[in-house]
């Protein structure tokens, strides 16, 4: 027994007892206390972040699909771009054959809105477009608010073939001739939807399936890309590889399991090398499969030998969501003449054809979902809290990035679709950037969708 010297000496052994009898006590309420702080900091950080992405979004910056200023190596087997100038103006426009003249030479202007349908008077005529007036304010007001050098959106219904979206933005006027709907550009890793279907369709590929490779995800390096299908230092698997946009995986793909016929093939089950009837001047998407093994995986991956205009890209994202149909576009519901008569009405569904089965569209539609959930286009769709910002909407997409010089720049593409309550658009959008831009195709693409269902 502790021996009692003094009164003092006495209330130190009595507290010393009561600290060791309630010591756990004790040890509960400051590990509650540092909890309770710790989740008040949280919350006010949260707090912060969500009324920033509220009520500043024009000044946040987007993160996009991560920046890889990647050359584009050559396009010598390809046919030079012919540029075409869009000049107002009626001209004589007097009858149906000198309207589908005027069409060569001119873009539709959307500026008058009649019954939710954007209107042009064109000579005796007046041409009312299939163009969503939302999706194409929505997709104007975000070139113009962001001033990207430059951008181009194009969607369209997936089940009809109508084009909801035809806008293109310049920032430097006198150049606007370079960037539109209509002209083919460098596609990037847009490619790799069409070397997916490959593999899917004709390989048996599945989202599972495991693929080895070295290097890192990104990058050209030949001494990775030439190695033998089962050797590698890593291993992703093919849903991951095409959320997350793994070059060298894919050029494996196309190299070893694909190859140039069957890949050929497959492209031009897309339509590439075709001339899709439009009423105005699209040009063809060409794409030319080497027969070099190295050059056909970087063709397959996305870097080399393909042009692809933005119409086509969202034709071939809204094939996936159709059930594998490829549809033809048009772009005018109906033409009325100065009597009020209408002497042009858009009917039918044309089938450019069916490029891939259902089950595939089915395999492709997930691997696109994942892009955003959890692959390279996930910030574009998601605030920096994290949160999805398209409720109730299904949306997928694959994202492009490459360098070009027609425009010169680094070239951000987004392909892809939503759909709710079966309501479905298919869409594409290009911004090319110099160097770093604010907002790039996909988030362009995700502002797209809000107006449109929202």
Not at 167 to 182: C, G, T, V, W
Not at 335 to 356: A, E, F, Q
Request: net charge positive.
């Amino acid at each position: 027994m502790e021996r009692i010297k003094d009164w003092k000496s006495y209330q130190k052994i009595l507290n010393r007892r009561k600290y060791k009898k309630h010591r756990f006590v004790y040890f509960a309420k400051y590990a509650a206390a540092l909890v309770f702080i710790c989740i008040l900091f949280y919350g006010f950080f949260r707090l912060y972040y969500y009324g920033k992405s509220i009520f500043f979004p024009a000044n946040k910056r987007i993160p996009g699909t991560g920046i890889r200023p990647i050359k584009f190596v050559k396009a010598s087997a390809l046919s030079k771009k012919k540029r075409y100038s869009f000049n107002a103006g009626d001209g004589d426009v007097n009858s149906l054959n000198s309207l589908k003249e005027y069409f060569r030479r001119h873009n539709p202007v959307f500026k008058i809105i009649r019954n939710g349908k954007y209107v042009q008077k064109i000579g005796r005529y007046t041409v009312v477009y299939t163009v969503d007036p939302s999706v194409q304010k929505e997709a104007e007001k975000v070139f113009k608010e962001y001033e990207v050098p430059y951008g181009v959106l194009a969607a369209l219904n997936p089940e009809t073939g109508a084009v909801l979206g035809f806008a293109s933005y310049a920032r430097n006027k006198s150049r606007s001739d370079e960037i539109s709907p209509l002209i083919a550009y460098p596609p990037g890793s847009l490619v790799k939807i069409i070397t997916a279907s490959a593999a899917i369709e004709s390989k048996g590929f599945y989202p599972g399936f495991n693929i080895c490779f070295n290097g890192t995800l990104y990058g050209t390096d030949k001494t990775n890309w030439e190695q033998n299908i089962g050797t590698g230092s890593s291993t992703i698997s093919f849903k991951e590889a095409f959320a997350k946009s793994c070059d060298v995986a894919f050029g494996k793909i196309a190299g070893y399991y694909v190859g140039s016929k069957l890949l050929t093939n497959y492209f031009d089950k897309f339509s590439f090398n075709k001339k899709i009837p439009f009423i105005l001047n699209l040009q063809e998407s060409k794409a030319y499969m080497p027969k070099r093994f190295y050059q056909l995986e970087l063709t397959g991956a996305g870097f080399e030998n393909v042009r692809i205009t933005p119409i086509q890209a969202a034709m071939i994202a809204g094939s996936v969501i159709n059930g594998g149909r490829l549809i033809e576009p048009y772009i005018i519901k109906e033409i009325i003449s100065s009597s009020g008569k209408i002497v042009y009405k858009h009917k039918g569904i044309k089938t450019l054809g069916d490029p891939i089965t259902t089950k595939t569209a089915y395999i492709l539609k997930r691997l696109m979902i994942a892009t955003i959930t959890k692959g390279i286009a996930h910030p574009d769709f998601y605030s920096p809290a994290d949160r999805y910002m398209l409720p109730g909407v299904i949306s997928g997409g694959k994202t492009g990035t490459i360098s070009g010089n027609n425009p010169n720049g680094l070239y951000q593409w987004f392909a892809g679709f939503g759909e709710m309550n079966k309501k479905k658009i298919a869409l594409s959008a290009l911004v090319v950037e110099k160097p770093v831009w604010r907002i790039e195709g996909g988030g362009v693409s995700e502002k797209a969708l809000f107006a449109y269902f929202f």
